[in-house]
């Protein structure tokens, strides 16, 4: 026997053999996460609203306070705060007046200066890495929801501007949504059928109109809604205009119900 099979086969040295492959290991991992530490701190992640570092959430803590989550008491249709609990199931005068073709309403925040700032940098400046903590708040805001519901469903864009963006933030809220509660996630159930106007700007009724027709479910898609209680998904809801054609387009295809859960949605002060 060699002096190195000698050495391999003694006690001690099969003890060093073991020891020495779990710390090459380590120190491979090491080795491989060192690019990512150098670019983490030459480039720190930085709040989104004031730009401070912030380490994995996005937004610090200051403008995480800033932020104004909604809670009850609120209309039990369109989720919209009050200011004082008026008693379960009430509704707003919005609900009464012109109730919307989706059953409720759920946002998170209210759409405020940090939420703006938020949905725009998902929306118009590749800031992905917002969509799990926005979409987690999002999972919490709509439990009620989502516990009764059989599928999510993103609003889309037109394909037109969804190559410009390369991405659909509704679709990626969602991906989020439905990992966190095991929700299968439809993102081909409605099609934006032609391109419609920038909502901001744009009165109540011109946005009804920017939208009304807009949105179909293909015909390969209508069995798949067909008794499905859906959730749709997007970023901000304002008018209501966009999910109350989403949900006509969803209805008309036979799904049982249609419930609607944003990010942040405008209140309006009284």
Not at 53 to 73: H, R, Y
Not at 233 to 260: K, N
Request: positive net charge; aromatic residues 6%; glycine residues 6%.
């Amino acid at each position: 026997m060699s002096g190195l099979d000698q050495a391999s086969s003694h006690p001690s040295g099969r003890l060093r053999s073991r020891l020495r492959k779990p710390f090459l290991g380590t120190l491979r991992a090491s080795l491989a996460s060192l690019p990512r530490l150098a670019l983490d701190i030459a480039l720190p992640t930085l709040c989104v609203s004031c730009r401070e570092p912030v380490s994995g959430e996005g937004v610090c803590a200051a403008c995480w306070a800033k932020l104004s989550f909604i809670a009850p008491p609120f209309c039990a249709r369109l989720g919209i705060p009050f200011v004082y609990d008026p008693g379960p199931g009430l509704l707003s005068m919005q609900a009464i007046a012109n109730p919307p073709a989706y059953q409720r309403a759920r946002a998170a925040v209210r759409y405020d200066d940090v939420a703006r700032t938020m949905v725009h940098a998902l929306k118009y400046q590749d800031r992905t890495d917002l969509a799990p903590t926005m979409g987690r708040w999002m999972a919490r805001a709509g439990q009620e929801l989502l516990s009764e519901a059989d599928a999510l469903v993103p609003v889309p864009l037109h394909w037109r501007r969804g190559w410009s963006r390369r991405y659909n933030q509704s679709g990626a809220l969602a991906a989020v949504i439905g990992k966190s509660t095991n929700l299968p996630v439809i993102g081909n159930a409605l099609r934006r059928v032609r391109p419609t106007l920038q909502q901001v700007g744009l009165s109540k009724a011109d946005r009804a109109l920017n939208v009304q027709g807009a949105f179909k479910v293909p015909l390969e898609n209508k069995s798949a809604m067909q008794g499905r209680r859906i959730v749709l998904i997007d970023d901000v809801l304002t008018s209501g205009a966009t999910v109350d054609a989403c949900a006509r387009a969803l209805l008309r295809a036979r799904a049982a119900s249609v419930d609607v859960l944003v990010f942040s949605r405008v209140v309006d002060t009284l």
